[in-house]
């Protein structure tokens, strides 16, 4: 018997979500020892929580679709434990945030980086990130920016616990061909900390971070 279709909806959304249902998802992302410490942040706070496939422009992000009632956390699949549990708890902040003052605040404001570290204080120790992450973070955590990805050292050693290290731009040699945000480009000379590329579709000159991550690298015969 066909029944009547049931539109989706992000309240009934929220209403699936429970702290067992959480519990599942996360464990299987953050380290052991902040399983419990994540889920009691979802308990004060609740939310959506949906974990996508990678995405080139963003790690995690925050919605509340205008209203309070229907707040979302989204997070990329591929992240290795302890940049996933950095970019929960930089989310969650956004919603504390948001609960709090709505949509009148800087979302990096001072209000969200004072929200941030008093929730990650928790979780600056040893029994959670390994030292090389932990000695970066927590220098990072004293003025956290609004993308942990500026802070190169701090990208680094999350880098160095991924499952499949991603190739940055400074490992490419020059003359090699490589992609990045689905276009095309050839590496150019160094600039200091940038490297400038040359579009191929466009031929527009462009300065890249040497730490850019790239994919389908072709390289340089030279």
């Not at 434990?81 to 969650?92: A, G, I």
Request: with cysteine; proline share 7%; glycine share 2%.
């Amino acid at each position: 018997m066909l029944r009547p279709s049931v539109a989706f909806s992000p309240k009934h959304a929220l209403h699936q979500m429970t702290p067992d249902r959480v519990l599942n998802i996360l464990q299987s992302h953050v380290p052991a020892p902040a399983l419990a410490y994540c889920v009691d942040l979802w308990k004060a706070s609740p939310f959506e929580l949906k974990i996508t496939r990678a995405r080139q422009t963003k790690v995690g992000d925050f919605t509340s679709r205008n209203t309070k009632a229907h707040p979302r956390i989204t997070l990329n699949n591929d992240l290795n434990p302890y940049l996933f549990l950095m970019t929960y708890v930089h989310e969650v902040a956004h919603l504390r945030v948001y609960i709090t003052y709505g949509s009148r605040v800087d979302p990096h404001g001072v209000q969200w980086r004072t929200t941030f570290t008093d929730l990650m204080l928790p979780l600056l120790w040893e029994e959670i990130f390994p030292e090389q992450i932990l000695h970066e973070l927590r220098r990072h955590m004293i003025n956290p920016k609004a993308s942990s990805f500026a802070d190169t050292q701090l990208t680094e050693s999350f880098r160095k616990f991924d499952k499949h290290p991603p190739v940055t731009l400074d490992q490419v040699p020059e003359g090699s061909i490589f992609k990045l945000q689905g276009r095309w480009f050839k590496k150019g000379k160094l600039r200091r900390t940038r490297v400038l590329c040359r579009e191929l579709q466009s031929k527009r000159d462009y300065l890249v971070p040497v730490d850019a991550v790239v994919t389908d690298v072709q390289l340089s015969l030279l």
